[in-house]
């Protein structure tokens, strides 16, 4: 079992940097692959950023590649989305989810675990 709890959204001007972390407990928290989707109103719940285990291979949905980064410190057994050139098309619900499974790493049907999800809202 592992516990996610997400802090950190908020509303910020377009342009603006928003910081989102995800802080884990119960499984080791190294063992599993995590990412961050969000959904905004009415439509699907889409990936984001995802970072493996070990490794740290890092993968980004085509929206947001050069304007997010996703970094994870297994030690502090914490994900991170560092949200920068914000735009009104990233306001959303962003929830951190985390997989033990390999492959399909944009799916969120893969993920196993899930946080309640933060408000991001970007104005323009």
């Known amino acids: 079992q592992v516990l996610l709890v997400e802090s950190g959204g908020g509303l910020v001007q377009a342009g603006g940097s928003l910081r989102l972390s995800c802080t884990a407990s119960?499984?080791?928290?190294?063992?599993?692959?995590m990412a961050w989707f969000r959904q905004a109103p009415g439509k699907e719940r889409d990936f984001v950023a995802a970072i493996t285990r070990n490794e740290g291979i890092t993968l980004y949905a085509d929206s947001v590649k050069g304007r997010f980064t996703i970094t994870r410190d297994n030690a502090k057994n914490a994900v991170y989305l560092q949200m920068n050139s914000l735009k009104p098309e990233d306001t959303a619900v962003y929830y951190c989810a985390a997989k033990t499974v390999l492959g399909e790493t944009s799916n969120p049907g893969r993920y196993d675990y899930w946080g309640q999800g933060t408000q991001v809202t970007v104005s323009s």
């Open positions: 119960g499984r080791t928290f190294s063992s599993v692959t």
